[in-house]
């Protein structure tokens, strides 16, 4: 018993303090906490949907891209297994639509060239001063990854249960809220220009407008000349999300394939050894007055 | 516990090696006849467990030097670059993050542990001590990696700890710039902090092998604190009722930590840190990593910056001299009525003390870590001084033999303590 207490209580004490690190990404007041949403990655088994990647990277590269850069993401990454999985011919095709600058040639210049599946996706502004000029000041932050480097707070003791439920997607959920968040400002503040009101966005004031509007990126039609999703912001805002937790963590279905492997190896292991050990330790003559061996 | 060596080379080259280094006897003297007392609990694993993690981390540890690249302008998108192009990066480098923390893990569970049986006292004070010693290279370790993805916590951890050393008076400011390399944290500090955080893990099992030295010395303490008395009772070889159950609970842990690794890798780190170092941009709340938080909320206890300097660093110290702090010559707190819930109380301290370094340092906060900073100090400076004095503790069991076969005995160990008594003996 008592070693059970003392077990379970060293257990929880770890636990704890191993808990409490989740502080505050953003712990300005006023923000309402994003809603989770039931991500296809969710969990132990989660998975993209490849087309709802394209769909992502469609409004990527049609709203997005116009102000914020990716540049860890290469062509190439978007042909790659666990990823949007297009073609190698469509990448091929894909990054020759693109003016890429490369040099300096033999005489020395600066050349532009037709895109290669190994470069990087180009950047909309050549410096962050240039992207600060034409923003109102504001700067549009690489995207690469963004889903992972927002999060906020979960709160006791969710951040606990969290452990349990591996709820991992505290930055997806706050970028696809923060998306669809826009509202009027309340009664009696009024917004400078370039301000916009987000119930999501810690202290309420963004300098990011609302970039997406219903039936303003085209997706793919059915066979019935219909489009297989909705064109809402709100499908827009999930399918990006999705997209830039792809480009965020480009091996995670391979992680968490190779996890559950792990873990069944392990736990199996550890069940033959916890056998093998009390086989072992029968061998003792526990009960024997005596206590010779 | 060393004793004579029973070992006896059975091959011709066995018998050469012996005569010349006689290696095969340390490990066989070590690690297979080494006798361990047979009451051991699972408590007892941590330090097989910790072995592993320093194997762990090295290794992935010098995968990952071999893609990184230690510069202030590169850093960051070489760490990105191994989650995205070196194959299995990902997994390296989760492996290293996750591992650190787990690492902290079992090194408090493990200090628990002598804290609780009071594995620190005679005659094992310098074995505690190089625990200490150990317990202070792996801060610094990790705090040092923490910098190297150059993240925003990277940097401005960085830049908060560091400057910690500027409260010294007069030589404050020279130790600081010495430490950065200049007059900022920057490439230079970047540089030589990967410099340090490969050499410090090699330091780390220098002082291991003390460690373990020291331990084969005077031999492990077990949950009686009664010494052995006669080996053929009290004890078991090591290889192999320790070995096997050293594997089912690395192996276990390994488990817990796998789990972290794949399927909630970035949940003992912080979002911030996956934003490349700005030093123009000062992040909301500044946090150290989990395994920092109570040390500093002692150090924001403390109004004066000095002060909570100096504090912060006497709450590892007192570690040192906790030997002689503890005035009791009963080891083990099941046999310390008041003691042990003195102990109890002192958890709950740490645990809070953990959850306020990671809250603001403002309003209630700052009087509730003053409060329990207070608690923290009391345990080592108040309780256990008086309580070795005062109290009466209960009766011990005459041998480990009798502790273990007491409760086969049908209920004659009634008078042994509780603990001790309901440990049957293959849990050892």
């Known amino acids: 018993m008592n070693f059970l207490r003392?077990?379970?209580?060293?257990?929880?004490?770890?636990?704890?303090?191993?808990?409490?690190?989740?502080?505050?990404?953003?712990?300005?007041?006023?923000?309402?906490?994003?809603?989770?949403?039931?991500?296809?990655f969710n969990g132990p088994f989660g998975t993209f949907d490849r087309a709802q990647l394209q769909r992502g990277y469609k409004v990527y590269r049609e709203v997005c891209s116009a102000c914020h850069a990716m540049s860890l993401v290469r062509f190439r990454n978007l042909s790659q297994p666990g990823g949007p999985e297009f073609s190698e011919a469509q990448i091929r095709a894909l990054a020759a639509e693109f003016k890429i600058q490369d040099g300096p040639n033999e005489q020395g210049e600066m050349f532009e060239r037709p895109g290669r599946p190994a470069d990087a996706f180009p950047k909309p502004f050549p410096n962050e001063q240039a992207a600060r000029a034409a923003n109102n000041g504001a700067y549009p932050y690489d995207l690469s990854v963004m889903a992972k480097a927002r999060n906020y707070e979960r709160g006791f003791p969710l951040f606990l249960l969290d452990i349990l439920t591996q709820y991992q997607e505290g930055g997806p959920d706050y970028i696809k809220a923060l998306l669809t968040g826009y509202e009027d400002p309340p009664a009696g503040v009024e917004l400078q220009p370039g301000q916009n009101w987000n119930k999501y966005k810690p202290g309420n004031i963004f300098s990011m407008p609302n970039v997406l509007n219903d039936g303003q990126v085209e997706y793919p039609k059915g066979v019935d000349g219909k489009p297989q999703v909705p064109e809402t912001a709100r499908q827009y805002a999930a399918d990006v999300t999705t997209f830039l937790m792809w480009a965020a963590e480009p091996?995670?279905?391979?992680?968490?394939?190779?996890?559950?492997?792990?873990?069944?190896?392990?736990?199996?292991?550890?069940?033959?050894?916890?056998?093998?050990?009390?086989?072992?330790?029968g061998r003792l003559p526990d009960h024997a007055p005596s206590g010779a061996h | 516990m060393s004793g004579q060596s029973t070992y006896v080379p059975k091959w011709g080259i066995a018998k050469w090696m012996d005569s010349r280094l006689p290696l095969p006897r340390l490990v066989y003297d070590s690690f297979i006849a080494y006798p361990t007392p047979r009451n051991l609990n699972y408590m007892w694993t941590f330090g097989g467990i910790l072995s592993l993690m320093l194997v762990v981390q090295i290794v992935t540890g010098v995968v990952l030097a071999m893609h990184y690249t230690p510069n202030a302008t590169m850093a960051f998108n070489s760490v990105e670059s191994i989650m995205r192009d070196v194959e299995y990066g990902w997994l390296m480098r989760y492996l290293h993050s996750n591992g650190a923390s787990f690492f902290f893990i079992a090194v408090y569970l493990h200090m628990f542990r002598s804290l609780y049986y009071g594995s620190y006292?005679?005659?094992?004070?310098?074995?505690?001590?190089?625990?200490?010693?150990?317990?202070?290279?792996?801060?610094?370790?990790?705090?040092?990696?923490?910098?190297?993805?150059?993240?925003?916590?990277?940097?401005?951890?960085?830049?908060?700890?560091?400057?910690?050393?500027?409260?010294?008076?007069?030589?404050?400011?020279?130790?600081?710039?010495?430490?950065?390399?200049g007059y900022s944290v920057d490439n230079p500090t970047l540089n030589r902090f990967f410099s340090l955080h490969f050499l410090l893990p090699f330091m780390i099992a220098g002082v291991t092998i003390l460690h373990v030295w020291a331990l084969h010395v005077t031999g492990q303490n077990n949950p009686t604190g009664v010494e052995v008395k006669s080996y053929a009772k009290d004890t078991v070889p090591f290889t192999p009722y320790a070995t096997v159950k050293d594997s089912f609970a690395m192996v276990a842990f390994l488990a817990v930590y796998a789990y972290f690794v794949f399927y909630i890798p970035n949940y003992l780190g912080h979002a911030d840190n996956y934003i490349q170092a700005n030093p123009a941009v000062t992040p909301a709340h500044i946090v150290p990593e989990w395994y920092f938080l109570p040390f500093y909320a002692i150090l924001r206890a403390v109004p004066d910056k000095l002060g909570g300097v100096l504090l912060m660093f006497a709450a590892i110290a007192v570690l040192a001299i906790l030997p002689w702090l503890d005035t009791s010559k009963v080891r083990s707190m099941s046999y310390r009525p008041l003691a042990r819930q003195c102990f109890w109380a002192f958890c709950v301290t740490s645990v809070m003390l953990g959850w306020l370094g990671s809250r603001p340092a403002e309003g209630i906060y700052v009087t509730l870590s003053q409060v329990f900073?207070?608690?923290?100090?009391?345990?080592?400076?108040?309780?256990?001084?008086?309580?070795?004095?005062?109290?009466?503790?209960?009766?011990?069991?005459?041998?480990?033999?009798?502790?273990?076969?007491?409760?086969?005995?049908?209920?004659?160990?009634?008078?042994?303590?509780?603990?001790?008594?309901?440990e049957p003996n293959t849990k050892g």
């Open chain 2, 121 to 181: 006292k005679a005659p094992r004070e310098v074995l505690w001590i190089l625990g200490v010693i150990l317990f202070l290279l792996m801060m610094a370790t990790a705090f040092m990696g923490y910098v190297l993805p150059w993240g925003q916590m990277s940097f401005w951890g960085a830049t908060v700890i560091t400057n910690l050393f500027s409260a010294f008076p007069i030589v404050g400011e020279t130790i600081v710039t010495f430490l950065w390399g």
């Open chain 1, 6 to 40: 003392t077990t379970l209580a060293a257990a929880a004490l770890a636990l704890a303090s191993a808990g409490v690190l989740i502080a505050p990404a953003h712990a300005a007041g006023g923000e309402t906490k994003p809603p989770a949403y039931d991500w296809t």
């Open chain 2, 373 to 422: 900073t207070a608690l923290y100090f009391a345990y080592f400076l108040i309780a256990l001084p008086l309580l070795g004095l005062f109290e009466t503790p209960k009766k011990l069991p005459g041998s480990i033999a009798e502790s273990v076969l007491g409760k086969s005995a049908g209920g004659s160990g009634a008078m042994v303590g509780a603990a001790a008594a309901s």
């Open chain 1, 251 to 281: 091996h995670m279905e391979a992680r968490k394939r190779i996890g559950f492997q792990t873990l069944v190896f392990l736990i199996l292991f550890a069940g033959l050894l916890y056998f093998t050990k009390k086989k072992i330790w």
